[in-house]
């Protein structure tokens, strides 16, 4: 039986941010060793949100196909399967006067089980 909570990694991206003209990003999260990524954030008004990606943090290369106009006060679900690039981030685009709350990224899929370490140390002594 799969659990949500233990098969997935859940990261805060972004915290809210106050009222902007600009472009609102979130840090890049890293998507090394799992198959899926998904970010969940609300706006305020209607703008264009996607998201970038690249092989740094920086992740400044917009992915065809992941934009979306969102309508105001809509929750924004992007979800990339197999990403083409490490580093993925979410970009709601400047232009428009706009609120963005906090923005998570789930990271799924993964491509081996996350182990838990209790961090008790295994000492294995042998006497010849």
């Given amino acids: 039986m799969q659990n949500f909570l233990t098969s997935n990694s859940i990261v805060n991206v972004a915290t809210a941010a106050s009222t902007v003209t600009t472009a609102v990003e979130t840090t890049a999260v890293d998507t090394a060793g799992y198959d899926r990524v998904t970010i969940i954030r609300s706006v305020s008004a209607a703008c264009v949100v996607e998201l970038l990606g690249g092989t740094t943090?920086?992740?400044?290369?917009?992915?065809?196909?992941?934009?979306?106009?969102?309508?105001?006060?809509?929750?924004?679900?992007?979800?990339?399967?197999?990403?083409?690039?490490?580093?993925?981030?979410?970009?709601?685009?400047?232009?428009?006067?706009?609120?963005?709350?906090?923005?998570?990224?789930?990271?799924?899929?993964?491509?081996?089980k996350p182990i838990t370490n209790t961090g008790a140390a295994i000492v294995t002594t042998t006497t010849d």
């Fill in 57 to 112: 943090t920086t992740a400044t290369i917009a992915i065809t196909g992941s934009s979306v106009t969102a309508t105001a006060g809509e929750v924004v679900k992007l979800e990339m399967h197999r990403p083409q690039y490490r580093y993925i981030k979410m970009n709601a685009q400047a232009g428009v006067t706009k609120v963005c709350g906090d923005a998570i990224a789930i990271l799924g899929l993964p491509r081996s």
